[in-house]
């Protein structure tokens, strides 16, 4: 059984740090884009960053604007894990955030594409 189980969401006042993991059971993923997506209340699931593995041999990072410079997703292959790590955290960050994975090479934004998810973690920042 394929599983993703995301930790590490919590309470975090603004400017300050908090590390997501998304750790992968059941297969292996060295070859998949791992994304991670949020869903804030009352709005849709949108796409955050992306961890994408190139036909090269090489993997390639994606961030949605409003967090490029402040977030940084790193995979961590021999244990199966993609982090998340968030820094200089704003109150419109508040969402739960959701790991998923991808074994194709379609875009990495479209949460569609995707073919495993976690459950999510909450992350709420206060101002």
């Known amino acids: 059984q394929v599983q993703l189980v995301e930790s590490g969401g919590g309470l975090v006042q603004a400017g300050g740090s908090l590390r997501l993991s998304c750790a992968g059971s059941?297969?292996?993923?060295?070859?998949?884009?791992i994304a991670w997506f949020r869903q804030a209340p009352g709005k849709e699931r949108e796409f955050v960053a992306a961890h994408k593995f190139n036909s090269n041999i090489t993997y390639s990072t994606y961030y949605v604007p409003s967090v490029r410079g402040r977030f940084t997703i790193l995979r961590d292959t021999p244990k199966n894990t993609v982090y998340l790590q968030m820094n200089r955290l704003k109150p419109e960050d508040t969402a739960v955030y959701y790991c998923a994975a991808q074994d194709g090479s379609r875009s990495y934004d479209v949460r569609e594409y995707y073919n495993y998810w976690g459950q999510g973690t909450q992350v709420i920042v206060s101002s």
């Open positions: 059941g297969r292996t993923f060295i070859t998949d884009t």
